[in-house]
């Protein structure tokens, strides 16, 4: 019942046609699954990355996307420590141009001797890129 300011968000449905594809060896790929999938890679690479180790999160990003942008120029790469808390993945829907997932996420971020709980509610944009699903971008709700 929110109203949302980017139109693809606001007209998004429920996933009505889940079946993606079929691998060469005849397993069914399903979107719900594989959004959830990168999601998951998405915030385990990610605190590798701010931790200061493998930059790999930054290829479940889109090339040339907001989200791209973000992790590669994110400033508090090897300066923080953080660990993932909590992943609530609620509902997927398909817009006309992409796929958008709501989730609700904590994290704890040592930094010196200050520690915090960060906690935010995403809207992730993913879309199927060479037949992987990428993030194109996160907004807050």
Do not use: C
Request: hydrophobic fraction near 30%.
């Amino acid at each position: 019942g929110k109203e949302y300011v980017i139109t693809d968000i606001k007209n998004s449905r429920p996933i009505e046609n889940n079946h993606w594809t079929t691998n060469p060896n005849g397993e069914h790929v399903y979107y719900d699954r594989e959004i959830v999938a990168t999601l998951i890679d998405f915030d385990s690479k990610w605190i590798d990355y701010v931790n200061g180790g493998s930059d790999a999160v930054i290829d479940l990003t889109k090339e040339g996307s907001q989200a791209r942008k973000n992790a590669a120029t994110f400033s508090k790469v090897g300066k923080v420590q953080q660990t993932f808390l909590l992943l609530e993945i609620g509902e997927i829907r398909k817009g006309e141009k992409a796929f958008y997932t709501w989730t609700y996420e904590e994290i704890k971020e040592v930094q010196g001797s200050k520690t915090t709980i960060k906690k935010y509610n995403w809207i992730y944009r993913l879309e199927p890129v060479d037949g992987k699903m990428k993030i194109v971008n996160y907004y807050k709700y």
